[in-house]
C-alpha cells in the first residue's frame, strides 16, 4: 500500500506565494506519474500540474509560467510552487500519483490520491 501525504496550504493575498509538498510513502517500486489537482466550491476537480517519470511536465493554461512543478525523486516528493497567486486559485488541492507497486516478482502500477489541503487566496 502507498500513502500520500500532503502539506503548506494556508491562506495567501493576491499576488503571493505558497508551495505545497506531496510525499508518498510505503511500497513504491516506481513512480510513473505525479500530480496536483484542485476544485473550488461548485466546479469540477481539474488537473493543475504533472510531472511524468521521464521529468517532461504539464500545466493547466490557467497556472502556465505561475505554477511549477518540481521533485525530489530520493524522497519521493513533489512540490507545487505557487506564484503571483489569484483568488481563482482557491481550492482544495489534492495531490494525485500513479505507482508501481512490487506483488511478487511483478509490478502492480495504481492511482492514489491525497487528503486534500486548502489554499485560499484573499484580501
Known amino acids: 500500500q502507498v500513502q500520500l501525504v500532503e502539506s503548506g496550504g494556508g491562506l495567501v493575498q493576491p499576488g503571493g506565494s505558497l508551495r505545497l509538498s506531496c510525499a508518498a510513502s510505503g511500497n513504491i517500486f516506481s513512480i510513473n506519474t505525479m500530480g496536483w489537482f484542485r476544485q473550488a466550491p461548485g466546479k469540477q476537480r481539474e488537473l493543475v500540474a504533472l510531472?511524468?517519470?521521464?521529468?517532461?511536465?504539464k500545466y493547466a493554461d490557467s497556472v502556465k509560467g505561475r505554477f511549477t512543478i518540481p521533485r525530489d525523486n530520493a524522497k519521493n516528493t513533489v512540490f507545487l510552487q505557487m506564484n503571483s497567486l489569484k483568488p481563482e486559485d482557491t481550492a482544495a488541492y489534492f495531490c494525485?500519483?500513479?505507482?508501481?507497486?512490487?506483488?511478487?516478482?511483478?509490478?502492480?502500477?495504481?492511482?492514489?490520491w491525497g487528503q486534500g489541503t486548502q489554499v485560499t487566496v484573499s484580501s
Open positions: 510531472i511524468r517519470r521521464t521529468g517532461s511536465t
Open positions: 494525485n500519483a500513479d505507482i508501481g507497486s512490487l506483488s511478487g516478482l511483478r509490478i502492480q502500477n495504481s492511482d492514489y
